[in-house]
């Protein structure tokens, strides 16, 4: 699950993790009421305008409604023209920027709509940084990755300039461990009280991230300022679902406004959801096989158009609402449910596609292929209903007929 700037900073500043002040403004009033009181608390004349979607690249974004607009805005009016008109200049941006489509590099084309602004204070930096820490897979640890090369895509760095990506393992027995932290932040060049300040965050990020199940925490940039201290002056999170039980204040930030409409209904029901790009619709059970199935719809020529997994305890209830986020999607030309029956019976998949298709109504080809427990009943279950479906032998028999029909 992911959050929004705001959110993660909100987080962060309750443990002790310095960020800039900030306030939440969803309607363009509430943008311009927030600029007095950040510049007469903080003296600092600056204020920045940041557009709040799930998705990164957007002080390099653009709006589609305007195009020489930014998803972050620094406002530098208030410097010359005091207070007065740092309001009127953010009251300018926020009308422009609420509710229009922010295109970013990992929004996609169709980018994103801007429903929220976090109207945050100016910072006088010296120098700006990255800093993460994300679980990796292949260990089963969290890892903190760090760069000189703060602001700038962590994908460019890593191909351009490896050389400037640090990283420290944290044995979760021990946590990361003072020298650890202290090599990371001497290679990242700080010095005097920024080094001090700079363990002190590492250290504290490292501790926030178990606390709170995170897959990810990334602060790009983080920034040292003229006065020596560090600071998040971005900030991402993302939280391993299985996990937010035992964090409700969490769960509680999720925007089901910037989730794909189909994975949050699929969410509602228990499923296992992914759109993706092609023609072919899946129904499956088991993740495995799910990946199975795609990758053998590529192999004879489709192109998958979600990974869907329908899990072991499927109802048939279940089955018709897999069945309607996939026949919702417009790119679907064909579907392929293909099951195999151990703890999930055959029958009752077959009874919750012929309930589903009856509700639903079915304009494109079905291909259903049936193994394991109750295989021949689930095959009759199908072949009384009436429906114009075409049986699958196997799985290449299946993914074969559906590529075929589909095109």
């Known amino acids: 699950m992911k959050i929004h700037e705001y ?17 939440v403004a969803t309607t363009v009033d509430q943008a311009v009421a927030a600029v007095r009181p950040l510049i007469e608390e903080t003296g600092n004349k600056v204020v920045v305008v940041k557009s ?9 974004g653009r709006f589609k409604e305007h195009p020489d607009l ?38 996609g084309e169709a980018g994103k709509t801007v429903n929220t602004l976090y109207i945050e204070q100016g910072i006088d ?13 292949a260990t ?23 050389e400037k990506i640090l990283k420290e393992e944290i044995d979760p027995a021990h ?17 005097g009280d920024a080094h001090r300040n700079g363990v002190k965050f590492i250290q504290t990020l490292a501790r926030v991230a178990v606390e709170l199940d995170t897959d990810l925490v990334e602060i790009n940039p983080l920034v040292v300022t003229t006065d020596g201290k560090v600071m998040a002056l971005d900030g991402k999170m993302s939280f391993e679902a299985n996990a937010l039980y035992r964090h409700s204040d969490v769960a509680g930030m999720r925007d089901v406004s910037e989730e794909d409409p189909a994975e949050a209904t699929a969410n509602e029901h228990g499923l296992s959801f992914i759109k993706l790009d092609g023609t072919i619709g899946c129904m499956v059970n088991g993740a495995g ?25 499927a109802t ?37 596609v012929v309930e589903a298709v009856n509700e639903v109504g079915l304009e494109v080809p079905l291909v259903v292929r049936l193994e394991g427990t109750n295989v021949e009943l689930g095959k009759q279950i199908i072949d009384e209903s009436g429906l114009n479906v075409v049986s699958a032998q196997d799985m290449k028999d299946g993914a074969q007929k559906i590529v075929g029909l589909a095109s």
């Open 7 to 23: 959110q993660a900073k909100q987080l962060m500043a309750e443990r002790g993790i310095p960020v800039p002040r900030g306030v």
């Open 52 to 60: 709040q979607i799930h998705a990164g690249g957007r002080g390099k």
């Open 70 to 107: 930014g998803g972050v805005n620094v406002v530098t009016d208030g410097i010359d023209g005091g207070i007065a008109a740092a309001e009127d200049k953010v009251r300018e941006l926020a009308t422009k920027m609420l509710g229009s489509t922010l295109v970013t590099i990992q929004t």
């Open 125 to 137: 930096i010296a120098d700006e940084l990255y800093l993460s820490v994300l679980l990796d897979r």
């Open 140 to 162: 089963s640890r969290n890892i903190v990755m760090s760069s000189s090369e703060g602001g700038t895509e962590i994908e460019e760095v890593a191909a351009n300039t490896p």
């Open 175 to 191: 946590g990361l461990l003072g020298f650890q932290a202290s090599r990371m932040a001497h290679g990242l060049g700080l010095e």
């Open 289 to 313: 096989l799910a990946m199975a199935t795609m990758d053998i719809i590529k192999h004879v020529g489709g192109e998958p158009a979600n990974f869907l997994d329908v899990g072991g305890g």
């Open 316 to 352: 048939a209830e279940k089955i018709t609402e897999a069945f309607k986020i996939i026949t919702a999607d417009p790119n679907v030309k064909g579907i392929f449910v293909n099951i195999f029956g151990g703890i999930m019976k055959c029958d009752t998949i077959a009874e919750g």
